[in-house]
């Protein structure tokens, strides 16, 4: 199947705020009201993959961009969408923008640390405990060449 990158604006948010929830299995870390925040600061940059999947989005990425930075807050494919390079679609979007971009991801996630190792990150730095359950974070940094 064919995607299509599809930027979001906040009339999307629900079913963005939706597709959180079914890739995460629970309550999502990011609300409507963070995201409309950071959208009317013009500091959001949201993806979704097209065509949707009922009411959701195969895939996403969330970043919040800062001059020539940009940090990605959410980067995430559907379960059953997985393992055909959809995150690698909408991350290499955003490389293309130039800007530095940063990260941070948990010590324990192997599948997530190779997928962005092979994308040409970084290890910056380690954040002891950083999650609720005392897993540590890394934190992770690309730069255009």
């Known amino acids: 199947m064919a995607y299509s990158i599809h930027e979001l604006h906040p009339s999307d948010f629900s079913s963005l705020i939706k597709s959180h929830v079914a890739v995460f299995n629970g309550s999502p ?6 995201l409309s ?19 959701l989005y195969p895939a996403f990425l969330i970043a919040q961009t800062l001059g020539e930075q940009s940090e990605i807050l959410d980067l995430a494919v559907l379960a059953s969408f997985r393992r055909q390079g959809l995150a690698r679609l909408l991350l290499n ?3 293309a923008e ?14 997530a640390l190779q997928f962005y190792a092979a994308q040409g990150f970084v290890k910056t730095r380690r954040r002891q405990g950083y999650y609720q359950d ?6 992770m940094s690309w730069q255009a060449d």
């Open 29 to 34: 870390r990011l609300s409507e009201d963070f």
């Open 93 to 95: 979007d955003l490389q």
């Open 134 to 139: 005392g897993c540590d974070a890394l934190e």
């Open 37 to 55: 925040s950071l959208h009317q600061q013009g500091r959001l940059r949201v993806t979704g993959l097209l065509p949707k999947q009922g009411d």
């Open 98 to 111: 130039g800007r530095e971009i940063l990260l941070e991801v948990r010590a324990d996630n192997q599948p």
